[in-house]
């Protein structure tokens, strides 16, 4: 993982300002200089950069540190602390609620993972006892049936989707309802993707939502496009009410940390990230356990 790259990097520079003889100002600036490196070359936006240097700079007062403080052990929480706060949305994840039908519609621009990731979605929820089921209103997508309907059938998901319907929008409405019928309590659905932002898609978008009304509107988003990741989720969010966001293939890119702290930015947290391309490549995302383990 690429990412564990960024992590053994700030863990180097979190080491060498523990193994100084005396922490000092200058030591911690140091430290605070080689994370901003490794950060900025995962491509975390300069600005957020600056915000943990000054943050963790603001919080270790040296002339104020009592004698006897662990000034090792303080600094390292300070930056870890920090680097939490670069992966917080500030904002919690929509709930969803057992016994009820949670209607999650996906959206995404085509070739992110959004397919994958519904499947994806779709299988860990399963396995923790929901009873779930996945719709495709991907009509734009010669294919897009198919590949949903493989995945389903190997992970046992129930499905409904057509060959021959040209509606996204009727399809949706289907498939919905005839799922809240047999009282599923997960309904996915797999939405059109286009390759760029434009307008046919974001009009698509708000149509499905509407007709469908969802409880959740979940962006999914390829982790390769690293900061670039502001502008796409802040246009997904103006045209829908995008309520978390899946960050997909953290498994194989540089950009990753830019593309995690990018969408933090915008306000939606992220919920589950994609590290591959099997059905369990898939991981509930959480701040704190997420650097833990980006740190060992
Ligand atoms: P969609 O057009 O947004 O529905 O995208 P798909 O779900 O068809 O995914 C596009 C490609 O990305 C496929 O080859 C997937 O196997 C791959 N993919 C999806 N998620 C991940 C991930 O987390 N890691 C990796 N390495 N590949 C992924």
Redesign the pocket.
């Known amino acids: 993982m690429v990412l564990g790259d960024l992590g053994k990097r700030i863990n180097r520079a979190i080491r060498l300002m523990s193994d100084a003889t005396v922490i000092d100002e200058a030591v911690v600036k140091e430290m605070l200089n080689e994370i901003a490196k490794a950060l900025l070359e995962a491509d975390v936006n300069i600005k957020y950069v600056a915000q943990l240097k000054n943050r963790v700079l603001n919080r270790v007062k040296f002339e104020e540190l009592a004698a006897g403080v662990n000034k090792r052990k303080m600094i390292q929480g300070a930056v870890v602390d920090e680097l939490c706060a670069l992966l917080d949305s500030g904002r919690d994840p929509v709930p969803l609620k057992k016994g009820k039908p949670n209607v999650i519609m996906f959206v995404?621009l085509?070739?992110?993972?959004?397919?994958?990731?519904c499947v994806k979605y779709a299988h860990y929820h399963q396995r923790k006892g929901w009873k779930t089921a996945l719709v495709c209103a991907d009509t734009f997508?010669a294919g897009a049936f198919d590949?949903l309907k493989q995945n389903a059938t190997k992970a046992r998901i129930p499905f409904y989707g057509s060959y021959t319907e040209t509606d996204p929008v009727k399809l949706a409405i289907e498939g919905v309802n005839r799922f809240k019928l047999d009282k599923f309590e997960l309904i996915i659905v797999d939405t059109s993707?286009r390759h760029k932002q434009e307008k046919a898609l974001f009009e698509e978008m708000e149509q499905m939502s509407e007709a469908v009304n969802p409880n959740d509107v979940i962006f999914?988003m390829d982790s390769s496009i690293g900061q670039a990741a502001e502008d796409q989720a802040k246009a997904f969010r103006s045209s829908v009410s995008v309520g978390s966001v899946i960050v997909?293939?953290?498994?194989?890119h540089a950009k990753g940390g830019g593309a995690l702290s990018a969408v933090s930015g915008t306000g939606s947290p992220i919920t589950f990230i994609?590290?591959?391309?099997h059905m369990t490549?898939f991981e509930p995302f959480n701040t704190q356990s997420f650097v833990g383990r980006l740190l060992g």
């Open positions: 995404g085509q070739g992110n993972g959004k397919t994958t990731s997508r590949q993707g999914v997909t293939k953290l498994d194989g994609g590290i591959g391309e490549d």
